[in-house]
């Protein structure tokens, strides 16, 4: 695949009450305004999802797009969090070899619905949070 023209924006499952969480601690305390973020549901997102081989309609990852490539499942979380202020050294989780961190991030993936819930349409962020939102 070739590089992404679009920088550091999170691809998250939007009707996901777990992953619009997640949007939301990203967005909190990132102070820089370096993240933008792309529902899946979303023309932008679904076209992002299909460019990285992520089912629309049943995704198993979030992603995100730092440094021109893609990162998902446990690489994309701990490349945002990596890049937090105050949160450096997540970086050390990285030595965890992904063959063991993977697994761990696809069963909480596969169960995310059933344990933090759905919302019936895509959740709406604030009005802050909305002008970092690529539809």
Not at 30 to 48: C, E, M, N, V, W
Request: charged share 25%; aromatic share 14%; net charge positive.
């Amino acid at each position: 695949m070739s590089k992404w023209p679009d920088d550091d924006v999170i691809l998250y499952d939007g009707v996901c009450i777990f992953c619009s969480r997640w949007v939301r601690f990203v967005a909190t305390r990132d102070k820089a305004r370096r993240f933008r973020f792309t529902p899946i549901q979303s023309d932008y997102g679904t076209r992002l999802a299909h460019t990285f081989g992520i089912d629309p309609d049943d995704p198993d990852t979030n992603a995100v797009v730092h440094g021109g490539e893609v990162f998902m499942k446990s690489d994309a979380a701990l490349t945002v969090l990596s890049l937090l202020p105050g949160w450096g050294w997540v970086r050390a989780l990285f030595a965890v070899p992904r063959l063991l961190r993977d697994p761990v991030y696809s069963l909480v993936a596969r169960n995310r619905y059933r344990i933090f819930g759905k919302y019936d349409t895509c959740f709406v962020p604030d009005a802050d949070l909305r002008t970092r939102v690529i539809e």
